[in-house]
C-alpha cells in the first residue's frame, strides 16, 4: 500500500467556505481515481490517497494534473524502530540531494508516545543521520529548501513534499466559461488558467473545411483533451464556419476580413453560451501580439456582445506562454503544422486600429444572422478529458 499526501492550496484562504472547496476538491479526485481502487481520507484539513502499488504511476499522473493542490508527497511507510526510521529518512534525503536540493530541516511529530525518541530527540538524531550520510546536505533550520516530516502513529510516515502540485482552486467552484479554442499555443493556455480559478470549460471551435483539414479538427479535439485532464474534462462544440467566411470574403474590404471574422465569432460563441446557460467566454488574446489584438481591435471584436470575455493571458508575453504550454503538456501539439482557418483568409495589410462604428456598419452589411443561426444548429458536440472509468 502506498500512501500520497496532499498540500491544499489556496483554498485554505477561504475562510468559512474551505468546507465547501474542499469538498469539490475531493469529488474532483474521487472522479479522477474511479477505478483505480484508490481511497481518499481526510482528516485535520488533510488529505491522503491510499492505493496498491501498481496504481502508483496512475495516482500520480492524476495528482499531477490536480487544480487545487500546492504540492504532494509520496510517504514512506514504516516500522517504528529507530533503525527503519533513519533509514527512510536518509532514503528521502538522497532523493532530496537528487534533486538539487542543498538545505533541510527535520520536523517530527509522535503520537505514539512509546517510540524510544521524543519529538526533538528525532529532529537532532535523524538530522545527523543524514549529515553523515548525505554529503551534499546541510541543515538550515530557518530557511530550507526542503523539510523531511517524520511522523510516528500506528506505523512510521517519512515525507518530503518535494513535488509541487498545479496550485489554484479546484474546478467547479467559479462556475462555466466557453473557451474560443484554436488550433494555436494560447487559448489552450488561457483554458487551463481559467480552470485554475476554479472554473468549469466548454469549448467552441470554429471549423473551416475544406479550407482546414480534418487534421487540423483532431488538433483541437487533442488539445481539449489536454486541457480536459486539468479542468474535469471539456464539452467541445465544432462548429462549421466556412460559409460565414466565404460570405465576408465576398462583402467586405480586405483589410477588415479578421476583424469582420472575430466579431462573428464572439457573435456566434455569445449565443451558444447563452443557449447553454454559460456566463463568460474565454480567449488567448494577448495585447498587441497580432494585429487583431490591438486595443481598438478588440474593442471591435467585443462590441457585439454583453458576455464578459476573460482573457487571462492579455498581459503576457510570448515566452511565458509558451512556457506554460510547456509545462501543462499541450505545445507539442499547437506547434503541429495544420493551418487555422483564419491564417488562410488573413489578408497581407490588416486594419490594426479599427473603428468601433466602422466596423459595426460593415459586419451588418454581411448579413450574418441565418449563418449563424443555422452553424450553432449542426454543431457537433465531442467529450474530451473527462474522468474515465478504469
Ligand atoms: P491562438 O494561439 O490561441 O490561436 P493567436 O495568437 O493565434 O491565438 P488569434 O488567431 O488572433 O490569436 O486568435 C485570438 C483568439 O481568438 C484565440 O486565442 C482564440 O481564443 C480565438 N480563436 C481564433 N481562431 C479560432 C477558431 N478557429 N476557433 C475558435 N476560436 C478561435
Ligand atoms: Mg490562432
Not at 536518509?90 to 534533486?99: C, D, F, G, H, Y
Not at 488558467?193 to 473551416?208: I, T
Not at 477588415?256 to 464572439?266: E, G, K, P, Q, S
Amino acid at each position: 500500500m502506498t500512501i500520497y499526501l496532499l498540500r491544499l492550496g489556496e483554498l485554505t484562504l477561504k475562510g468559512g467556505n474551505r468546507r465547501e472547496f474542499e469538498e469539490v476538491l475531493k469529488r474532483n479526485l474521487a472522479a479522477r481515481l474511479r477505478g483505480t481502487r484508490a481511497k481518499i481520507n481526510t482528516s485535520a484539513g488533510r488529505f491522503y490517497v491510499s492505493c496498491d502499488e501498481d496504481k502508483e504511476n496512475t495516482v500520480e499522473n492524476i495528482l499531477d494534473h490536480l487544480l487545487g493542490i500546492s504540492g504532494w508527497a509520496k510517504t514512506r511507510k514504516t516500522g517504528k524502530t529507530i533503525d527503519e526510521v533513519f533509514h527512510a529518512c536518509i532514503e528521502e534525503a538522497k532523493s532530496l540531494a537528487r534533486n538539487g536540493i542543498r538545505t533541510f530541516k527535520i520536523e517530527a511529530r509522535r503520537t505514539d508516545k512509546s517510540f524510544p525518541l521524543d519529538s526533538y530527540g528525532i529532529r537532532r538524531d535523524a538530522g545527523e543521520a543524514v549529515l553523515n550520510t548525505v554529503p551534499e546536505l546541510k541543515v538550515d533550520v530557518q530557511n530550507p529548501q526542503a523539510v523531511i516530516n517524520v511522523e510516528i502513529r500506528e506505523r512510521a510516515y517519512i515525507y518530503s513534499m518535494s513535488k509541487k502540485g498545479q496550485r489554484g482552486l479546484p474546478v467547479g467552484t467559479a462556475g462555466r466559461g466557453l473557451l474560443l479554442l484554436s488550433g494555436g499555443i494560447d487559448s489552450p493556455v488561457a483554458g487551463y488558467m481559467m480552470a485554475g480559478r476554479g472554473m468549469h470549460v466548454d469549448a467552441v471551435y470554429f471549423h473551416a473545411y475544406p479550407y482546414t483539414s480534418d487534421e487540423a479538427r483532431q488538433k483541437v479535439v487533442d488539445l481539449a483533451g489536454i486541457v480536459g485532464l486539468y479542468s474535469m474534462g471539456v464539452r467541445l462544440y465544432v462548429i462549421g464556419f466556412t460559409k460565414l467566411q466565404v460570405r465576408i470574403k465576398e462583402r467586405a474590404p480586405q483589410a477588415w476580413t479578421t476583424v469582420l471574422l472575430r466579431m462573428a465569432m464572439m457573435e456566434c460563441a455569445e449565443r451558444l453560451a447563452k443557449m447553454k446557460k454559460i456566463k463568460c467566454l474565454i480567449t488567448g488574446e494577448s495585447l498587441s501580439q497580432v494585429a487583431s489584438q490591438t486595443v481598438e481591435n478588440i474593442s471591435c471584436t467585443q462590441s457585439r456582445i454583453t458576455l464578459p470575455v476573460l482573457r487571462p493571458l492579455i498581459g503576457m508575453d510570448k515566452d511565458e506562454i509558451i512556457k506554460t504550454a510547456l509545462r501543462i503538456g499541450t505545445y507539442q501539439t499547437s506547434i503541429l503544422p495544420y493551418e487555422d482557418c483564419c491564417v488562410l483568409f488573413s489578408p497581407p495589410h490588416p486594419i490594426i486600429r479599427g473603428d468601433v462604428s466602422e466596423a459595426n456598419e460593415l459586419y451588418e452589411k454581411l448579413e450574418l444572422d441565418e449563418l449563424i443561426q443555422e452553424a450553432i444548429h449542426e454543431a457537433e458536440v465531442e467529450k474530451c478529458g473527462f474522468p474515465e472509468n478504469r
